[in-house]
Nanobody
Framework: QVQLAESGGGSVEAGGSLKLSCVAS????????MAWFRQAAGNRREGIAA???????SYAASVKGRFTISRDDAKNTLYLEMNSLKPEDTAMYYC?????????????????????WGQGTQVTVSS
């Protein structure tokens, strides 16, 4: 399994921006499907952005047009650039990784498609 460590969370006012990072170690990162998930208090974890090994991306409707996922395989790092943040974006943000397979390919925003997870980084957006 790959080990994942997120950073970049914090507190921001509505309309602001943050950029999250997720550094991977322990395996061949460039071959993995990668994704960002978030979990607000009392809610289920939801997939918001995913990127495959060919840099094809998928987004949840709630973040499309505001968030951008990217990867730098040379740095073993996954990014999530978040713009026009809203109070409802407040959550713990997690990155996830999975080797190539049918689940992450066909369901890139599904929690069950991933077996490697980071510890999370908190994002708080105030109104």
């Amino acid at each position: 399994q790959v080990q994942l460590a997120e950073s970049g969370g914090g507190s921001v006012e509505a309309g602001g921006s943050l950029k999250l990072s997720c550094v991977a170690s322990g395996h061949i990162y460039s071959s993995y499907y990668m994704a960002w998930f978030r979990q607000a208090a009392g809610n289920r974890r939801e997939g918001i952005a995913a990127i495959d090994t060919n840099e094809r991306t998928s987004y949840a409707a709630s973040v499309k047009g505001r968030f951008t996922i990217s990867r730098d395989d040379a740095k073993n790092t996954l990014y999530l650039e978040m713009n026009s943040l809203k109070p409802e974006d407040t959550a713990m943000y997690y990155c996830a990784a999975e080797p190539p397979g049918e689940l992450p390919r066909d369901f890139p925003l599904m929690v069950a498609a991933y077996n490697s997870w980071g510890q999370g980084t908190q994002v708080t957006v105030s109104s």
